[in-house]
T-cell receptor, first 113, second 114 residues
Framework: DSGVTQTPKHLITATGQRVTLRCSPR?????VYWYQQSLDQGLQFLIQ???????AKGNILERFSAQQFPDLHSELNLSSLELGDSALYFC????????????FGPGTRLLVL | GQQLNQSPQSMFIQEGEDVSMNCTSS?????WLWYKQDPGEGPVLLIA?????ELTSNGRLTAQFGITRKDSFLNISASIPSDVGIYFC??????????????FGAGTTVTVRA
């Protein structure tokens, strides 16, 4: 158990819908990262927040957005969902802003039908 | 992100064997990372490399940061059944604005024959 929690564990929805994935970082960690893992694209870094502010941006689509709240939990919002958005979405956290010290959560499996 | 080529894509190994996998890139990185992912779980960091030429061990795992900064390899010695999983390399590049770009390889799936 990495100490990072993600909800829900599984999510099934339809194309065109919007979903919100939630992440609670490890106690004391200020950075939260979001990743997408799909069979064809592999593991892709989406975005990082550090202490409430966006810190780094990766391959995040415009239909996706994220935020980190004052209590440091984070949400990833996925809108206008397409079949290709079906993937595992991981959250990770770290104490500082260095990516190599991050711990991954168990992931949310999203299936878009 | 940058394109990382990780090979082999998969391997079947005999328990007790030493195995090796590597990652190459057309671009340089400041940091190389190696992760292992077990089924149903998130990746776990195995080794982090920060300097060209650096050789680092973590138990039976050894990884090296290539001199050119464009490649890295991971060795597993005396493999055991719990080494089964998917191994990912990742390269990190930070630019002058301290923006971090992190790219992952496609993974090497390791299966151990008992």
């Amino acid at each position: 158990d990495s100490g990072v929690t993600q909800t829900p564990k599984h999510l099934i929805t339809a194309t065109g819908q919007r979903v919100t994935l939630r992440c609670s970082p490890r106690s004391g960690d200020l950075s939260v990262y979001w990743y997408q893992q799909s069979l064809d694209q592999g593991l892709q870094f989406l975005i990082q927040y550090y202490n409430g502010e966006e810190r780094a941006k990766g391959n995040i689509l415009e239909r996706f957005s994220a935020q980190q709240f004052p209590d440091l939990h984070s949400e990833l919002n996925l809108s206008s969902l397409e079949l290709g958005d079906s993937a595992l979405y991981f959250c990770a956290s770290s104490v500082g802003s260095r990516m190599e010290t991050q711990y991954f959560g168990p992931g949310t499996r999203l299936l878009v039908l | 992100g940058q394109q990382l080529n990780q090979s082999p894509q998969s391997m079947f190994i005999q328990e007790g064997e030493d195995v090796s996998m590597n990652c190459t890139s057309s671009s340089i990185f400041n940091t190389w990372l190696w992760y292992k992912q077990d089924p149903g779980e998130g990746p776990v960091l195995l080794i982090a490399l920060y300097k060209a030429g650096e050789l680092t061990s973590n138990g039976r795992l050894t990884a090296q940061f290539g001199i050119t900064r464009k490649d890295s390899f991971l060795n597993i010695s005396a493999s055991i059944p719990s080494d089964v999983g998917i191994y990912f390399c990742a390269g990190q590049l930070s630019d002058v604005d301290n923006d971090y770009k992190l790219s992952f390889g496609a993974g090497t799936t390791v299966t151990v024959r008992a």
